[in-house]
């Protein structure tokens, strides 16, 4: 029998004997959760928008008007609610990056430069604080999913953060939220195992690095191949503790419904019925969708909304429902909001 099928009444030893993860301290059993699922929290964070690249760039706080007000209607039906984050500590930001990478940041900052030195991605006076108030909403969407206050989270943030890794960052990120995110559930929640999906058109390569040798966290990522950043080879599949949960799924540029939830029923699943995830985690990048000016995927809302069903599924079978989803890059501002949309309203049905 799954695990998940359990009867509310079972005890932590028949759970486990049934196959059952280990419960997670301060945990509410799944089976209670599910008896009245609370609306579905979306976290945001108004400083999100002290990050401004310049006027023409793609990236810009506009993107979180897109998505907020087209999941608005989803808050007035009752569907989801809003809490605000809280700023990520140095503490929380050092989970994933070195205290040199930070300074880096800070110095390129108050040296006025408009380009953060590491890599692609532009500067204001406020980028610092914008990216670890990003950071931050994802801590707090993982407190919150893992203490039971609601089933599952979607984070409204920029700027996107999956191609920053220790030391640098690149790709319009700052910090990696995500990634901070997991080892804030590893770390401070004791969570042993993290699945994260990664659907941006971009390979998530600083995730990918921050879990290279981890062993706790099975990273599954779509992408456009040949495209920015250039990682992302099926043959990229982790080290140590870490071999083969790196999986990798590169696909021409063209790609979309077919491919990907081809590749999402045949390899993502199994991969993760074996893994067994205690806590899902989604890069929700929607420059995958068709007509974003910065990728070459077909994909469209109902697809989206699919993907999303798979995904909460395993969430379902493994994880108690626990799943925290994280935009990402989304540069089309109609496609990217009706895309958020569609992917909130299915995390809000579960
Ligand atoms: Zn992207």
Do not use: K
């Not at 799944?30 to 008896?35: G, L, T």
């Not at 707090?140 to 206050?149: C, F, M, Y």
């Not at 990120?173 to 990664?198: C, E, K, M, P, S």
């Not at 966290?217 to 083969?244: I, R, S």
């Amino acid at each position: 029998m799954n695990p998940a099928d359990a009867p509310a009444r079972w005890t932590r030893r028949q759970l486990l004997a049934a196959g059952a993860a280990a419960p997670i301290v301060g945990l509410i059993p799944a089976a209670r959760a599910a008896a009245s699922p609370p609306a579905t929290l979306v976290v945001s964070d108004d400083s999100c928008r002290w990050h401004t690249p310049p006027e023409w760039h793609q990236e810009q706080a506009d993107r979180l008007d897109a998505v907020l007000t087209a999941i608005a209607p989803l808050a007035e039906a009752g569907r989801i609610r809003r809490q605000d984050g809280r700023p990520a500590t140095e503490a929380d930001l050092r989970l994933v990056h070195t205290g040199s990478y930070l300074n880096v940041v800070r110095r390129d900052i108050a040296e006025g430069s408009g380009e953060l030195s590491t890599g692609d991605t532009r500067l204001s006076a406020r980028s610092y604080e914008a990216s670890a108030a990003a950071a931050g909403c994802g801590i707090v969407a993982v407190d919150a999913v893992l203490a039971g206050r609601t089933r599952n989270a979607f984070c409204a943030v920029r700027p996107p953060g999956h191609h920053a890794s220790a030391q640098r960052g690149m790709g319009f990120g700052i910090f990696n939220t995500i990634a901070i995110a997991a080892r804030h559930a590893q770390r401070r929640h004791g969570v042993a195992r993290i699945l994260i999906i990664d659907w941006d058109v971009h390979h998530g390569n600083g995730t990918q690095a921050t879990f290279w040798t981890d062993g706790g966290v099975l990273f599954f990522d779509t992408h456009q191949h040949p495209w920015y950043p250039g990682t992302g080879m099926a043959g990229e599949t982790g080290e140590g503790p870490g071999a083969g949960l790196i999986v990798n799924r590169p696909l021409p540029e063209g790609s979309g419904r077919t491919e990907v939830l081809s590749l999402y029923r045949e390899s993502l699943v199994p991969a993760a019925d074996r893994f067994r995830p205690e806590l899902v985690l989604i890069s929700a990048g929607f420059d995958s969708r068709l007509g974003d000016p910065l990728g070459r995927f077909t994909l469209v809302e109902p697809d989206f909304a699919e993907m999303t069903r798979i995904v909460l599924d395993i969430a379902d079978r493994h994880a108690g429902g626990r799943c925290v989803s994280i935009l990402e890059g989304g540069y089309n501002l109609e496609g990217l909001g009706s895309a958020a949309a569609a992917h909130v309203t299915e995390l809000a049905r579960a």
